[in-house]
């Protein structure tokens, strides 16, 4: 992962572009920065996999850490937005998210100045509603807040018989011994557990909190079985949000080097890392893959990606 700063200036004539500075772009050659953008251009290419440049990507931005950093939104991300769907670029949200729903969700994005609407973005709770639904006869156990129980109300049924599934999601309102007990003994019992997403912290305006993988991770140990992760980093989700996109036309953007960046790796996507969110945090793990390129946030994305 590339921790050296920029030293070349940018020659574009648009000051917000780059507001922080230029942005540094890395290819497949490990070492080898490319800091002109016309010069980046006449190398993707190699990196779409023989592709025409003009065709039009599919393109994933994470949410919290790309999108919106500590409840606010990042400079420049709401216009980020609008430029590549007028450049004719396919963009869709998926996040971790896992304490709202998805009409919840959208409006919050809504309320901070980023056009999104039902159906362009994917939560983890949406791949469990889909899973349980294709699952006959499944009967499951939530260790959830509210909004995610509702969500999975329909295969809510107590009296039906032990559960077949524990969905652990955010529960930080409704976490309690007996609720984790629960929980525990319906894994043991047999009942597959679901972790929505095992981040281990995430970030708030007022810092940062536990996150639903340090739950998940009691209920595997006092179970001893593992959890099958619906949510990043996940293959399943990256294609429940990528649509069937093929891997060559498909970006991947985010923050989080443990997550965002190796999912794209593993499925041959395009991988882009931002330098806000938990990109500072993570910049001591040498251990992290190296995306294919990494910008400064997520406004420097529309000039990486011109119009097709």
Same mark, same amino acid.
């Given at each position: 992962?590339?921790?050296?700063?920029?030293?070349?200036?940018?020659?574009?004539?648009?000051?917000?572009?780059?507001?922080?500075?230029?942005? %540094?772009?890395?290819?497949?050659?490990?070492?080898?920065?490319? $800091?002109?953008?016309?010069?980046?251009?006449?190398?993707?290419?190699?990196?779409?996999g023989g592709r025409e440049l003009m065709e039009p990507r599919v393109v994933l931005l994470d949410l919290d850490g790309t999108l919106i950093e500590r409840g606010q939104p990042v400079p420049g991300a709401a216009r980020a937005v609008v430029e590549l769907r007028r450049a004719g670029h396919t963009v869709r949200i998926f996040t971790n998210t896992d304490s709202q729903s998805e009409a919840t969700l959208v409006d919050r994005i809504r309320r901070l100045g980023i056009? @999104?609407?039902?159906?362009?973005?994917?939560?983890?709770?949406?791949?469990?509603?889909?899973?349980?639904?294709?699952?006959?006869?499944?009967?499951?156990?939530?260790l959830a807040d509210r909004a995610v129980r509702d969500e999975?109300?329909?295969?809510?049924?107590?009296?039906?018989?032990?559960?077949?599934?524990? #969905? #652990?999601?955010?529960?930080?309102?409704?976490?309690?011994?007996?609720?984790?007990?629960?929980?525990?003994?319906?894994?043991?019992?047999?009942?597959?557990?679901?972790?929505?997403?095992?981040?281990r912290y995430f970030r708030a305006a007022d810092g940062d909190h536990v996150d639903t993988g340090a739950i998940v991770a009691a209920i595997e140990f006092a179970a001893g079985k593992p959890a099958r992760v619906l949510g990043k980093p996940s293959q399943d989700f990256l294609r429940l949000a990528a649509q069937s996109a093929p891997a060559d036309l498909l970006w991947v953007v985010?923050?989080?080097? %443990?997550?965002?960046?190796?999912?794209?790796?593993?499925?041959?996507?395009?991988?882009?890392? @931002?330098? %806000?969110?938990?990109?500072?945090?993570?910049?001591? %793990?040498?251990?992290?893959?190296?995306?294919?390129?990494?910008? $400064?946030?997520?406004?420097?994305?529309?000039?990486?990606?011109?119009?097709?």
């Open positions: 992962m590339n921790s050296s700063p920029t030293s070349a200036a940018h020659s574009s004539s648009d000051p917000d572009v780059f507001p922080d500075g230029p942005a %540094t772009f890395r290819n497949h050659t490990p070492g080898r920065d490319v $800091n002109d953008i016309d010069d980046l251009r006449d190398r993707l290419p190699r990196f779409t056009p @999104v609407a039902l159906g362009e973005i994917f939560t983890p709770v949406i791949a469990a509603r889909e899973i349980l639904a294709a699952t006959p006869g499944s009967r499951v156990l939530v999975l109300a329909a295969h809510r049924s107590p009296d039906a018989g032990p559960p077949t599934h524990v #969905v #652990v999601g955010d529960c930080r309102e409704t976490l309690s011994y007996p609720a984790l007990d629960a929980a525990f003994r319906a894994v043991r019992a047999g009942a597959e557990l679901l972790a929505l997403q095992r981040g985010g923050d989080d080097g %443990t997550t965002d960046i190796p999912m794209a790796i593993t499925a041959g996507a395009t991988s882009v890392q @931002v330098r %806000t969110g938990k990109y500072l945090d993570q910049q001591a %793990t040498e251990a992290l893959p190296r995306p294919t390129h990494t910008i $400064n946030s997520i406004a420097d994305l529309p000039a990486l990606l011109p119009p097709p």
